[in-house]
Nanobody, 124 residues
Framework: VQLQASGGGLVQAGGSLRLSCAAS????????MGWFRQAPGREREFVAA????????FYADSVKGRFTISRDNAKNTVYLQMNRLKPEDTAVYYC??????????????????WGQGTLVTVSS
């Protein structure tokens, strides 16, 4: 499994960015796709996740209502649309993948597959 994250950058508070995660190496129908982030000096934290097959989505309370996770089956790509960004959203964002039955969707340690990070910087 290979995951390639992109789309990070510098944005002003209140602005928007869309992150992309291109997935390859297998069929992802029975997988969960997740986004995590790590700010400087802080531990990695869960942001959002979804079943690749569709249906359920999961969000951290801190991003609920501002971020949306989605996927494009034809492009084998998962997106994280981030709106109303805040300076505290500044972090390196990672996409990750695990099987449906591989433990909690919120626990990064349950995800065996990770992409490289993409930096999001939100200026005040």
């Amino acid at each position: 499994v290979q995951l390639q994250a992109s789309g990070g950058g510098l944005v002003q508070a209140g602005g928007s960015l869309r992150l992309s995660c291109a997935a390859s190496g297998r069929t992802f129908g029975s997988y969960v796709m997740g986004w995590f982030r790590q700010a400087p000096g802080r531990e990695r934290e869960f942001v959002a996740a979804m079943y690749w097959s569709g249906g359920s989505t999961f969000y951290a309370d801190s991003v609920k209502g501002r971020f949306t996770i989605s996927r494009d089956n034809a492009k084998n790509t998962v997106y994280l649309q981030m709106n109303r960004l805040k300076p505290e959203d500044t972090a390196v964002y990672y996409c990750a993948s695990k099987t449906l039955y591989g433990g909690s969707n919120y626990d990064g340690q349950r995800y065996p597959y990770w992409g490289q990070g993409t930096l999001v910087t939100v200026s005040s």
